[in-house]
């Protein structure tokens, strides 16, 4: 088979998602709830025949991603094209904050510029053209394999765009919830193909304020 599956898997929750602050590629780490959201990924994939588990470098999927690995028995591998999305000098902020103190900022955002970039940070072409890039090559070291890949809300989000073929300015309308569970094909001839999206069902004993969504600074 000339393909391959990609067990994509978000993050699990941490102090500043609760906040809704822009984490962006500060290194912010899991919180209990988030470090519980590991252990439900770890046990829900841990029969699946993945051969190999990577990861961002940020320490929020590297901790999410490690217990995976360990009950897989395999390596973790980290690699910085999993980064989220660098958002400058607005990394840190909440948005409540930027809505305030700088509306045009929220309202490009909200509008998903392609080109705007914070300033020191990155623009969504940017973005996009470095996640493609990034899950295109992991992929192609596994033809016929299924690996997973932890990473974060915007990387996720360009990745799902490319596999449901959405553009890159379409208002989201799928859930981008931490520690979600999602199913994409890659193959050298067809790209991304989705299979299937958010699934959460490890996460059933969650507390009652459920998963954060991806508006909560990624």
Do not use: C
């Amino acid at each position: 088979m000339h393909a391959t599956r990609i067990l994509a898997i978000r993050h699990g929750e941490t102090a500043w998602n609760r906040d809704a602050r822009i984490q962006g590629q500060l290194d912010i780490p899991l919180n209990d709830t988030g470090r519980w959201q590991a252990a439900r990924v770890a046990a829900a994939l841990r029969h699946e025949p993945i051969t190999a588990v990577y990861s961002s470098d940020l320490s929020r999927a590297r901790d999410t991603a490690a217990p995976l690995a360990q009950a897989l028995v395999l390596p973790l591998r980290l690699d910085e094209g999993l980064r989220e999305r660098h958002f400058g000098v607005f990394q840190g902020r909440t948005w409540a904050e930027l809505e305030h103190e700088h509306p045009d900022v929220v309202r490009a955002w909200k509008t998903r510029v392609p080109d705007y970039a914070p300033p020191g940070g990155e623009s969504l072409l940017a973005l996009r053209e470095r996640v493609e890039a990034t899950f295109a090559r992991l992929a192609a070291q596994h033809l016929g394999e299924q690996i997973a890949v932890v990473a974060h809300g915007g990387v996720l989000d360009i990745l799902y765009r490319a596999a449901a073929r959405v553009d890159l300015q379409a208002p989201r309308a799928w859930a981008m919830g931490n520690a979600a569970i999602h199913r994409v094909l890659w193959s050298p001839d067809g790209g991304f193909a989705l299979l299937s999206w958010g699934d959460t069902r490890h996460l059933d004993e969650a507390d009652e304020a459920g998963p954060l969504d991806e508006r909560a600074a990624a």
